[in-house]
């Protein structure tokens, strides 16, 4: 059962950015679509990014429409980890960011296709 570990997190202002960094450890990372989902309170976690394993010689990549063009999702099989590296971020991004991992190869958008999930961190984004 791999343990997936999430940092960077925090607070900044309306127009900066935030890199988060989820490290796999266990299981077969370069197998594994990585994603990344947001929950804000009262509201479902919803899809924000993913791409799709590395066994597969295209590199699928999905974003949700709303951080589109603002957010990239990375991932780094030789140390097992996926990055998501947010810009030009907006109060509406403030929530609390999960990494997970799923069955690859394609980059997958729904929670049900992930297995693995990370503890979650904090991004807060003022005005």
């Known amino acids: 059962q791999p343990h997936l570990l999430e940092s960077g997190g925090g607070a900044v202002q309306a127009g900066g950015s935030l890199k988060l960094s989820c490290r796999v450890q266990?299981?077969?990372?370069?197998?594994?679509?990585m994603g990344w989902f947001r929950r804000t309170p009262g509201k479902s976690r919803e899809f924000v990014a993913s791409?799709?394993?590395?066994?597969?010689?295209?590199?699928?990549?999905s974003y949700a429409d709303s951080v589109n063009g603002r957010f990239t999702v990375s991932r780094d099989d030789n140390k097992n980890t996926s990055e998501l590296t947010m810009t030009s971020l907006k109060p509406e991004d403030s929530a609390i960011y999960y990494c997970?991992?799923?069955?690859?190869?394609?980059?997958?958008?729904?929670?049900?296709?992930?297995?693995?999930w990370g503890q979650g961190t904090q991004v807060t984004v003022s005005t």
């Open positions: 997970a991992g799923g069955a690859g190869p394609a980059a997958r958008t729904t929670e049900q296709d992930y297995i693995y």
């Open positions: 266990g299981g077969t990372f370069y197998t594994y679509t």
């Open positions: 791409i799709g394993c590395s066994t597969s010689t295209n590199r699928w990549l």
